[in-house]
């Protein structure tokens, strides 16, 4: 299994973004596909995340400017990401997680294995 971000770079405050996930190799159904993102010195943290059921999970403050889908046919993962910020500036991940629990509760939930891209840099300036 392969998973591979796509979309990433520089834009300005206010901008926006859509990063891609393709995943390749053996066909699989995780629980959710989702899209994490990490500063340096920081913990990866959980932004979002979409089931095959089209059920969503995001972190709260982010509701309102990032939108996360998915084309099950194509198995690829997308974020859309408007207004952003200075703070929005990492490093974002594409994952497949296999969990216990429920997607609205993902940030909780007990992860029994996942799968992970390389990521791709994003890049806010002010």
């Known amino acids: 299994v392969q998973l591979v971000e796509s979309g990433g770079g520089l834009v300005q405050e206010g901008g926006h973004l859509k990063l891609s996930c393709k995943t390749s190799?053996?066909?699989?159904?995780?629980?959710?596909m989702a899209w994490y993102r990490q500063t340096p010195g920081e913990e990866r943290e959980l932004i979002a995340a979409i089931s095959p059921g089209k059920s969503t999970f995001y972190k709260e403050p982010l509701r309102a400017r990032f939108t996360v889908s998915a084309d099950n046919a194509e198995r690829r993962l997308y974020l859309q990401m408007n207004e952003l910020e200075p703070e929005d500036t990492a490093i974002y991940y594409c994952?497949?997680?296999?969990?216990?629990?429920?997607?609205?509760?993902?940030?909780?939930?007990?992860?029994?294995?996942?799968?992970w891209g390389q990521g791709t840099q994003v890049t806010v300036s002010s």
């Open positions: 994952a497949a997680l296999f969990f216990t629990g429920t997607i609205a509760q993902l940030d909780r939930a007990a992860i029994r294995n996942s799968y």
């Open positions: 190799g053996d066909t699989f159904k995780p629980d959710a």
